[in-house]
């Protein structure tokens, strides 16, 4: 039983050592991590640095073997086994004298080590050429693969050393750090953004009010009698409008077809294809016509459909029905000046002034919409831009606590 307790006793020392809870800020848990990283830092640098001069040695002792290696001779019959290991001795002393001692840097280190693994990977001789050098160098390339072996060993060692946890979680915390500031400024240009929307939106909910508060105050039936004559006009209007756009719509392809086939720049065709009902208006003389009948003799040339062509014929026998509608559009348009005249002097200012609350009505309608929803795709993003902040500084402690091997809360403040 004393035994058990003791057992017991010693692995709640071990838990409660490694629970042991400090309760920081995001800033002091970053001083205390910059703190405790340059030591720990410094001392993996050391480490690794010391592993470096042992696989620069290794590779300098492995450059003397190739330097002696390259001086032995073979029989005259074995000339071509002597120039393999020639070869290789050459290829390989010259890429290990390319290899330099690092500066006391992680990232010289690591470039070092990715230089010395990469030369200790790939011999530069092929596995055929090997077998023949082993079997007349037997001793010295056993020698060299024992050394590659001891490098193997040390740059594996090495990297271990380069991806502590203390390495790894500077990066990662970098990285992270970046990220929380690009996000605070984000989310400190959406704050000032939403200062100024609510300040939009409580001036024009005022003017809003304003409008409103001039229309109950003023009748305009009288107006609308007007406005209800103009708008029958103006459907007239357009149905005369849209049989122009649907008859001379029905032979765009054919005068584009013939625009081209006659090699023609002519702005008033142009409009016409863009803009009938406008185009119709501009062609005083109806050059149209001619244009259209100049089209469908020559349709078998420009190699349109034969529909086409049979809408056009039948535009050209009823084309005096269009022209009326043309005339009578003018005709329309003319009254509608003459009622929107008549109703800009007959009727009362009081009334105008409701005309021109009306339309602001509306503008602010659309503002205070857009800024309603910008207010609120900007309220969400805030809201997602700081659950992000949370989340990274979660992610920072969590690293900070395993590379310290102590856990770290945050303040309810941070």
């Known amino acids: 039983m004393k035994l058990t307790n003791m057992l017991r006793n010693l692995f709640k020392t071990e838990e409660s050592r490694f629970q042991e809870e400090k309760i920081l800020s995001f800033e002091e848990a970053l001083l205390l991590f910059n703190s405790g990283c340059e030591s720990l830092s410094a001392e993996k640098l050391n480490q690794a640095l010391g592993l470096s001069e042992k696989i620069f040695s290794e590779f300098r002792i492995m450059e003397e073997t190739l330097s002696a290696l390259k001086l032995q001779k073979l029989d005259e019959k074995y000339r071509s086994s002597e120039a393999i290991k020639n070869q290789f001795c050459e290829k390989f002393i010259a890429r290990t004298q390319k290899l330099e001692m690092p500066e006391k840097d992680n990232h010289d280190i690591r470039s070092f080590a990715d230089s ?39 740059l594996a060692e090495m990297k271990g050393v380069l991806n502590s946890e203390i390495f790894l979680a500077k990066e990662s915390i970098g990285r992270s750090l970046d990220k929380i500031m690009s996000s605070t400024q984000y989310a400190e240009i959406s704050r000032k953004k939403l200062k100024n929307l609510e300040s939009d939106i409580t001036g024009l909910e005022k003017l809003k009010m304003k409008n409103q508060e001039t229309l109950r105050r003023f009748d305009g039936s009288e107006l609308q009698l007007h406005l209800a004559n103009i708008n029958a006009l103006e459907e007239e209007k357009s149905r005369h409008q849209q049989r122009i756009i649907s008859e001379i719509g029905s032979v765009s392809r054919l005068l584009k077809k013939y625009m081209h086939q006659k090699n023609l720049q002519d702005k008033l065709l142009n409009t016409y294809i863009s803009d009938p009902a406008g185009a119709i208006h ?18 078998d040339e420009l190699g349109v459909e034969r529909r086409h062509v049979e809408r056009a014929q039948a535009l050209l026998k009823n084309f005096d029905s269009l022209a009326e509608s043309r005339d009578a559009i003018a005709s329309i348009g003319r009254q509608i000046a003459q009622k929107e005249d008549y109703i800009s002097k007959a009727v009362t200012p009081r009334i105008r002034q409701k005309e021109a609350a009306e339309d602001e009505l509306v503008a602010l309608g659309k503002k205070l919409e857009s800024a309603m929803a910008e207010k609120y795709d900007t309220e969400k993003q805030l809201v997602h831009t700081q659950s992000e902040v949370q989340k990274l500084q979660a992610y920072v402690i969590e690293r900070i606590s395993s590379a310290l091997s102590m856990k770290i809360k945050l303040t309810s403040e941070s």
């Open 282 to 299: 501009e062609d005083k003389h109806l050059q149209i016509k001619q244009h259209l009948s100049s089209a469908v003799q020559i349709a």
């Open 116 to 154: 010395a693994g990469m030369l200790a990977a790939d011999t530069g001789i092929t596995p055929k050429q090997a077998m023949h050098l082993k079997f007349f160098f037997e001793s010295e390339m056993k020698g060299i693969s024992e050394k590659i072996r001891r490098i193997d060993a040390l």
